[in-house]
């Protein structure tokens, strides 16, 4: 009788070994920032479709902005045993612990276009401090060096904000007749920037010259008040991001300029990575920047 | 005269209202401007709309947690129907409105109906909202709207900006609605006592229904409004507005238990609020002060008021 | 200086408020060891009397002489000191504090410096000794029944060497067997010497235990009486100012038609098998226990709670009302027997509660016709003599009877046929119980029809012409005026 549940029980450790091996495809586990941001939606197209041609199950969930949640989501990753995880960070410090986990686990971790404290395997994503320097540089060869300008920033404390602030400062540094006359945070969002510059309109009126918002969503705020005060002629105003939305009023001639940030590539590029972590090879460079690209009118 | 205002529920709001005017006015040079009032009745305007339409509700002793999710389901439709080129603008704005009471409707129904709490009905349609936004607009703002929907956003007309043109309109509406017809003082009585509105027969139901559609009919209204304003449909408009009207509602004077408030009341709040905003970026104070800064003001109007109201017996 | 008995001596107080005088010309005396009644409908200005005395409020006239010496004008603490207190409705004690540290509140640094606990439950233990009272000195007041709890709250005015004590309605908020406590502690202060002016709406009471009663009328002090020389039908006239032939008005009214034919009504659960008839010009009492279903029946025919089975006819026709408002557009028209949950709206004026079922007599469209419904309610505030400063005010704000009579002006506005009420006169002053039977009588003269609910079975029995008795939700037997006496109406009610 013992005999025959032994045989059994090997019989089956065997079996899900073997059922295990039958997998001829990878599991990738992705969390995103927020799925309601559209930047981070179209990383995440990129991602799916890299996939598909790569034969790459993903699967795709949404952190809705919280840490606590994304850790969990990465938890749930790794008992489901994924190949490896790709995760856009919500923030530097607090969604550290997921990466802490994945690494411990064992699984490849490959981090999309933010940061976080802890290292994870691989980085794919572009120098928000980068993106902001561009656009001061822009910003102040319009004032050929001189002149007030507005800085709009994202949500205080979060990666993005802090590296395009420090990028912003920089150029603050480099000229000193540029000269800001205030910053504020719009919280990303469109309608709120739009109440600030309203505000601000009415507080330094035609002293303003220049405005920089940290995305294109407030940028785009921040002009709609400007044209209703019929002051966006005169006021040059540069956002960061490169959303559909953004590009259009370039190209209608109303937003100054916008800097692309190649979410496409940011897509493609962690794919890849995750997939060759996941095939235990051997890769070259574990941190890929993908540079922004400025669009303006031409 | 002076008794009568003396005497009126809102008067210590007033008070309230007129002396943080008087703090910024003497803080910056550019608050008494009449751009920078323009500019304040402007920026209010959205909040307001909502918070006429949810003080029918909050009187009737309910609550309505779902003003920003529909408010955003009211600016993605009438985005998607306000493309350029596509319908006329007046169909968009009306099948919106429509779109907004049938959504007050689901609630009041809901509420009527299942006898949950209001306060968890609306917490769920709240959610639901929100998905629906961003299932109809696919997660992404929609643009290239129609100019004349631009227009009441940012137009002029006689003089006034239009936000201000649809203020005035509601404010009216609903003061008349509240306090001239019968539909009013029926809100009042059962916000007041409930069964015994019903033991003298007023249909309690029919009514409660109602101040829910109000309530959606608003939300849409504020909704169009925003998405004029800012020239997109977002599917994320309107995160947080239901406390902000409400809040407004009760800073204004309007009691929670129900029974009792008024449409000027909620008006007084509503500017309240949207001048200690407005002051507090035109003195460029920083942003986790301006929201300490907000709180702190609230409580102390709410306080002062409730000594105002118990000096006056 | 002659040493009289008199302890407090009023003469030619007056009192105005808003233009309106509340108190006119008013004498009262109060003699030693005396216990003193206070009688008047609500609004007569007794509280305005208290409130002179204790120098709450000043008087525009008159002199208050307390033991020969004038005290009008001095502050409350001064009048405090001179011996006068005031027991309130509402009490006034710490709940967390032992009944010794409450007597002694405030004084505990009294001459000779700061009192221990000790000696202050010594002393107090000693008072309570003197005057037979079996209360423990040492337990938290929030643990005695409220009966106990007013009983502390007087000895602690006879603690501070009070000589005149005011009690503003002393027996409201307690039962039966708590009110004999009340009186035996009252005839001992009587025996002290302490003098107690008191006011009340319960006539057993007065002439319980009071020594002599005065009438308080529309600011007028109408007369002093001794307690054994009136009786409670003269003193109530003296209230009203009108004579009564009966407390209970009747007279002859012939019979009609019936309004309302109850068949075989049954809700499950809590009542069936009733069958009664209302005819017009009469009442029919329901009689029972409480709990025995009798409200549940009213309501069913309202359309409160709509009924299951059986069949009602009004004016004739088949009928069912599924909600209050078809009941009131039929003609029929109901009062609950509370008046806080089914009656008022509290935060409403006095207009618009009685305005409030009816309002589609004042609507055009939608809007509301502001003048003619300010018209017909003064008109009916005036037919029911509703006492109020003036209709734009809350309904709270007034006493108990005329709350109910704004709901019976309510009831009244578009003259119903039949009238279903459930305690009607529950918890209001005498003048305002005589005025509502007053209204009962002309009603049925009217040719009105009246299904009345009462727990007082002295109002269901003068009252009503017929009686049917209800126990447990079924119907025992229909009595009529002859037959119906208490004993045999227990005696139905009782019936397993």
Redesign the interface.
């Known amino acids: 009788m013992k005999i025959r549940v032994l045989i059994l029980f090997v019989a089956c450790l065997v079996g899900s070994a073997c059922s295990e091996k039958k997998k001829d495809h990878l599991v990738i586990g992705v969390s995103m920032l927020s799925?309601?941001n559209?930047f981070i939606?179209q990383v995440a197209d990129a991602l799916e479709k890299s996939a598909k041609t790569a034969n790459v199950e993903l699967i795709v969930v949404d952190a809705e902005r919280s840490s606590l949640k994304q850790v969990e989501q990465v938890e749930s990753f790794i008992s489901q045993q994924v190949d490896a995880i790709i995760l856009n960070p919500c923030e530097f410090e607090a969604s550290s612990p997921a990466v802490e986990k994945a690494q411990k686990a064992g699984i490849p971790i490959v981090n999309v276009n933010s940061s976080t404290k802890s290292k994870p395997d691989a980085f794919v994503g572009s120098d928000d401090a980068e993106s902001a320097n561009m656009a001061m540089e822009l910003i102040a060869k319009h004032l050929n060096g001189k002149g007030n300008v507005l800085m709009i920033q994202g949500y205080?404390g979060q990666a993005a904000q802090l590296d395009r602030e420090r990028g912003a400062k920089a150029v603050f540094a480099k000229y000193p007749g540029l000269k800001l006359l205030?910053s504020?945070?719009g919280e990303w969002?469109?309608?709120k920037s739009?109440?600030?510059m309203?505000?601000?309109?009415?507080?330094f009126g035609d002293q303003i010259q220049a405005v920089f918002a940290q995305n294109d969503?407030m940028g785009?705020?921040a002009l709609?008040a400007l044209?209703?005060a019929k002051k966006d002629a005169q006021v040059y105003v540069v956002s960061v991001d490169g959303i559909?939305?953004a590009r259009?009023s370039v190209e209608q001639g109303n937003l100054d300029a916008t800097l692309i940030q190649n979410a496409e590539k940011q897509g493609s590029e962690s794919l890849r990575m995750a997939v060759e972590l996941a095939q235990k090879k051997k890769i070259k460079e574990s941190n890929i920047l993908i540079p922004f690209e400025i669009f303006q009118k031409k | 005269m002076k008794n009568l205002f003396l005497k009126s529920p809102t008067g210590g709001i007033f008070i309230a209202l007129v002396l943080v005017c008087l703090l910024f006015g003497s803080l910056t040079s550019r608050f008494f401007t009449p751009m920078n009032m323009s500019v304040i009745l402007n920026q209010v305007s959205v909040n307001a709309i909502l918070a006429f339409g949810v003080t029918f509700v909050i009187i009737a002793g309910g609550i309505d947690l779902s003003l920003g999710s529909l408010l955003a389901v009211s600016g993605v439709i009438v985005a998607l129907l306000s493309q350029e080129g596509s319908y006329a603008l007046w169909i968009g704005l009306l099948l919106t409105l429509l779109a907004g009471m049938a959504m007050g409707a689901f609630n009041g129904a809901l509420v009527v109906l299942t006898k949950v709490p209001p306060f968890i009905v609306t917490l769920g349609t709240m959610t639901i909202g929100r998905g629906v936004a961003l299932l109809l607009s696919k997660g992404r703002p929609i643009s290239d709207l129609n100019e004349s929907l631009n227009f009441l956003g940012s137009g002029d007309m006689m003089g006034l900006p239009v936000p201000i043109i649809f203020l005035i309109i509601s404010f009216v509406f609903c003061q008349l609605l509240l306090t001239k017809t019968v539909f009013g003082r029926y809100v009042k009585a059962i916000g007041g006592n409930e069964m015994a509105a019903f033991v003298a027969g007023v249909r309690v139901n029919r009514i409660k229904l109602w101040v829910y559609v109000i309530s959606g009919l608003f939300a849409a209204l504020a909704g169009i409004l925003l998405t004029a304003r800012i020239n997109t449909g977002q599917p994320n408009a309107g995160l947080g507005f239901e406390l902000d009207a409400i809040a407004a509602v009760i800073i204004g004077g309007t009691s929670t238990r129900g029974g009792k408030g008024t449409i000027t009341g909620t008006l007084l709040g509503v500017l309240f609020i949207g001048v200690i905003n407005n002051g507090l970026d035109l003195i460029n104070v920083s942003a986790y002060w301006q929201q300490v800064i907000m709180g702190g003001i609230i409580i102390l109007a709410v306080v002062l008021d409730g000594l105002y109201q118990k000096m006056k017996k | 200086m002659v040493l009289s008995d008199c302890l407090l001596d009023i003469k030619g107080l007056s009192f105005s408020y808003s233009g309106s005088s509340i108190l006119r010309s008013v004498n009262l005396r109060v003699e030693k060891a005396e216990i003193h009644a206070l009688v008047g409908e609500n609004g007569a200005g007794k509280s305005s009397l208290f409130k002179s005395i204790m120098g709450i409020i000043s008087p525009s006239d008159g002199e208050i002489i307390f033991f020969d010496q004038g005290i009008r004008g001095l502050s409350v603490r001064e009048i405090l000191g001179k011996g006068i207190s005031m027991i309130h409705q509402e009490l006034m004690l710490i709940p967390e504090l032992s009944v010794a540290e409450n007597i002694y509140l405030g004084r505990e640094n009294s001459a000779g410096g700061h009192m221990s606990l000790a000696a202050i439950q010594r002393s107090v233990q000693a008072l309570f000794d003197r005057f037979g009272l079996d209360i423990p000195v040492d337990v938290k007041v929030k643990e005695l029944s409220i009966a106990r709890q007013q009983i502390v709250e007087i000895m602690r005015s006879v603690s501070q060497e009070a000589k005149l004590i005011l009690m503003d309605e002393p027996t409201s908020s307690l039962t039966d067997g708590e009110i004999q406590f009340f009186t035996r502690l009252i005839r001992n202060l009587k025996e002290a010497g302490v003098g107690i002016l008191f006011t009340s709406h319960k006539m057993e009471e007065i002439f319980e235990f009071a020594d002599v009663v005065s009438v308080l009328r529309d600011g007028e002090m109408i007369g002093t009486y001794r307690t054994n020389e009136i009786d409670a039908h003269v003193l109530v006239e003296k209230m009203v100012g009108r004579e009564l032939k009966d407390f209970y008005p009747k007279s002859d009214v012939e019979v009609g038609e019936p309004i309302l034919d109850v068949e075989n009504l049954g809700l499950a659960g809590v009542f069936q098998g009733i069958n009664f008839q209302v005819r017009a010009g009469e009442v029919l009492g329901l009689a029972g226990l409480v709990g025995a279903g009798r409200t549940d029946i009213g309501q069913s025919i309202f359309g409160i709670r709509p009924y299951t089975s059986g069949e009602i006819r009004y004016l004739g026709k088949r009928f069912e009302a599924k909600h209050p408002s078809e009941a009131l557009e039929a003609g029929m028209a109901y009062l609950g027997e509370d008046r806080k949950e089914l009656g008022i709206i509290p935060e409403m004026n006095i207009r618009e509660n009685m305005t409030l079922g009816l309002l589609r007599m004042f609507q055009k469209m939608q809007a509301i016709l502001f003048q003619a419904e300010k018209k017909a309610t003064e008109d009916n505030s005036d037919a029911l003599r509703i006492r109020m400063s003036h209709a734009g005010q809350k309904i709270q704000e007034l006493s108990g009877g005329n709350q109910q009579k704004v709901l019976f002006g309510r009831m009244l506005l578009n003259m119903p046929n039949l009238l279903i009420l459930d305690e009607p006169t529950r918890g209001i002053d005498v003048v305002s119980k005589f005025d509502i039977y007053s209204l009962i009588l002309e009603l049925k003269k009217a040719g009105k029809g009246i299904l009345l609910i009462s727990s007082d079975m002295t109002e269901l029995l003068e009252m009503s012409d017929r009686v049917v008795v209800i126990s447990k939700g079924s119907q025992r037997g229909e009595l009529n005026k002859q037959e119906a006496s208490p004993a045999r109406v227990l005696q139905l009610a009782l019936h397993a």
Request: a negative charge; hydrophobic letters at 35%.
């Open positions: 799925m309601q559209e939606q205080m205030a504020q945070t969002d469109r309608a739009m109440s600030l309203e505000n601000w309109i009415q507080s969503e785009l705020g709609q044209m209703d559909q939305d259009k």
